[in-house]
């Protein structure tokens, strides 16, 4: 037996019974006039349908969700997720082509609603209560407007904030100048924070703007020091060993358009960790939960190939 055992995974009525449980914790809701009463089961209809008594509409949990007319089994989409919330580094849809056995078109859309679905929105500011903030950008990939070069100049940058024991937040940015920057920072971060950085400069004016500002000196080659043991910036850079080792490892293709939900991937893994009392299937469940109301924005036509 092992996690991929069980019967969610693998029959269609088990999987449409494990998202129920997810969404409809209370019970089936009726999606057109969010009646609980008089629901029943459509008797020889298709995996999950319900009908609504007073509405008469029939319908299943997946309405108004990702899954929605989709023509992948609900058991697989569910394999889907959870490989995706487990996999620490990501999963590309060329694997997931290869162990769902879909097409690579199939997957593709797959990893993509999957990423809409655990994409958080607007959060409150994260720190707060003098907790400490670590931040810090990388840079990945290629511009394809911008030759190779020395530097960055060509590569997409990428700005993290990591509250200590908590999670993390990262943007995909135009530039690492304090006006690219500073916007965001003061946007997601509570002002009763403590901000911890590298010597950049452009990180010269947040003491200001929060209860303090600390920086290390990475070229005077200080990373951690003796006299200051707190003041470093080692969770946002063991962030990013796992963020840049997936995105060249696995997402080697990722183009700018989508590298935002790339970002809000990793986000979302390393904000659910099991550090903070969230498994591989917790994680899951999060992720479905997430599902709700992201409806597919993208034309018919190109559904219609999927
Ligand atoms: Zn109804």
């Known amino acids: 037996m092992s996690n991929l055992s069980a019967p969610y ?9 494990f998202l129920e449980e997810a969404l409809w914790p209370q019970g089936p809701v009726c999606p057109r006039c969010g009646g609980m009463d008089r629901i029943t089961t459509v008797k020889g209809g298709r995996a999950g349908l319900r009908r ?8 299943t949990v997946t309405v108004g969700t ?16 959870y490989l995706m919330c487990s996999s620490k580094k990501g999963i590309s849809s060329h694997q997931l082509m290869r162990v769902l056995d879909v097409t690579y078109k199939t997957a593709w859309f797959m990893t993509h609603r999957i990423r809409e679905a655990i994409a958080s929105g607007t959060l409150p500011p994260m720190g707060g209560n003098a907790a400490i903030v670590e ?4 840079f990945i990939g290629q511009k394809t407007d911008v030759p190779k070069q020395r530097g960055y100049a060509h590569k997409h940058a990428v700005l993290t904030l990591v ?10 940015v135009d530039g690492t100048k304090a006006s690219d920057l500073l916007p965001i920072i003061k946007a997601n971060v509570h002002p ?8 950049a400069g452009q990180y010269a004016s947040l003491a200001k703007h929060f209860m303090g500002h600390e920086f290390t000196r990475h070229g005077q080659g200080e990373y951690v020091s003796k006299e200051r043991p707190d003041v470093h910036s080692n969770t946002v ?14 997402y080697q293709h990722c183009s700018e358009k989508h590298l935002h939900r790339y970002v809000a991937e990793f986000d979302f893994r390393y904000s659910n960790r099991v550090k903070l009392g969230v498994d591989d299937k917790a994680r899951t469940l999060m992720a479905l939960r997430g599902i709700v109301g992201k409806r597919l924005t993208y034309r018919h036509s190109q559904r219609a190939e999927m």
């Open 9 to 17: 995974f693998h029959d269609e009525a088990a999987a449409f019974g």
């Open 52 to 59: 609504c008594g007073p509405c008469k509409r029939q319908f």
């Open 66 to 81: 990702v899954f929605e007319s989709s023509h992948v089994k609900l058991n697989l989409w569910l394999q889907a997720v």
């Open 135 to 138: 931040i810090d950008e990388t």
């Open 163 to 172: 509250e200590r024991g908590g999670s993390a937040r990262s943007f995909h």
């Open 192 to 199: 009763d924070t403590y901000i911890m950085t590298d010597e």
């Open 237 to 250: 850079e063991g962030f990013y060993s796992v963020f840049k080792r997936g995105m060249k490892g696995v």
